[in-house]
């Protein structure tokens, strides 16, 4: 698990070095050596800095917030978490102590910059982030504009679900291609992005945990830097949401997967997202044979 939190990585894509893949951090104990071997420069410049009291870096756990607090106490304590972690934490120059650091501090985003802003709750994939309807209602009501430069909702079901009813403002990224896209836009500070599907058990978790991938890949030269640092999953998906918050939703509806009259659609829009990964795995092997 430690391993998955240090690096973010995920198996299907080439987005780390062999030789850093390899490293087992839940089996046995991590040598200096061994680490600092496959480390570039920019890493270690960007973990070795002075010793700090508050150091620590990013990691993609979870904590269980308790739905019964009231919305007032859930915020307080969302604010003083966050007013302890806002300044970018420094790393100590001890391998070991990074370690053991990043083992105590499981609330830090992907970067180690600070708390992350949103309570979450456990989900049924424990190496992502999840939150409930009640959170995501929130985000989309302003409750959090004072403590997030932006948000985006991420849809990864297939048009015609998304048509048949979304959560207001959501955008419809159900293709690898097209979430490759958001890597192309402007970084902007506190920005987070809420990923779901219908139930956020498959397509939702699969596109947060690529875009994390391609995220490492494209700042693997200044680790732990990422465009995305803070991303979630909306617990239970849309169905749930809508159950909740039918009223934020556009058009107020719902439209399952498997709905009858779109078996066809639902042929097409299958083959059309397998193919990018198909493509990937290929290209993937074929570098894989060159030496």
Avoid at 20 to 47: C, E, G, H, Q, Y
Avoid at 229 to 245: H, M, N, R, V, W
Wanted: with cysteine; charged share 30%.
């Amino acid at each position: 698990m430690l391993s998955r939190r240090l690096f973010d990585t995920d198996c299907d894509f080439d987005v780390i070095p062999a030789c850093m893949s390899s490293l087992r951090f839940d089996a046995t104990p991590v040598k200096t050596d061994d680490l600092m071997s496959v480390m570039t420069p920019n890493i270690k410049r960007s973990l070795f800095l002075d010793d700090d009291e508050d150091s620590g870096l990013g990691m993609d756990d979870h904590v269980t917030f308790t739905p019964s607090l009231k919305k007032s106490a859930k915020r307080q304590r969302t604010e003083d978490g966050y007013s302890t972690c806002s300044k970018r934490p420094k790393v100590c120059t001890d391998i070991k102590a990074v370690v053991n650091k990043l083992e105590e501090n499981d609330d830090f985003i992907a970067d180690g910059s600070r708390c992350h802003i949103l309570p979450t709750i456990t989900g049924k994939h424990s190496d992502l982030r999840s939150i409930t309807p009640q959170t995501l209602a929130d985000v989309v009501n302003g409750e959090y504009d004072d403590v997030i430069s932006d948000y985006k909702i991420i849809d990864c079901r297939y048009p015609y679900e998304f048509e048949g009813g979304h959560v207001r403002e959501a955008e419809n990224m159900y293709l690898h291609e097209t979430i490759l896209t958001l890597l192309q836009e402007p970084i902007k500070d506190k920005q987070i992005i809420i990923f779901h599907c219908e139930f956020s058990s498959e397509r939702g978790p699969k596109m947060l945990r690529f875009l994390r991938s391609k995220d490492r890949e494209l700042n693997k030269e200044n680790y732990p830097s990422l465009n995305f640092p803070e991303i979630y999953l909306l617990g239970s998906g849309y169905k749930a949401f809508f159950t909740e918050q039918a009223d934020l939703c556009d058009p107020v509806s719902y439209r399952p997967m498997l709905h009858s009259d779109h078996s066809e659609d639902l042929r097409h829009f299958r083959v059309k997202s397998k193919s990018w990964t198909a493509g990937e795995k290929r290209r993937y092997a074929k570098r894989s044979m060159r030496f």
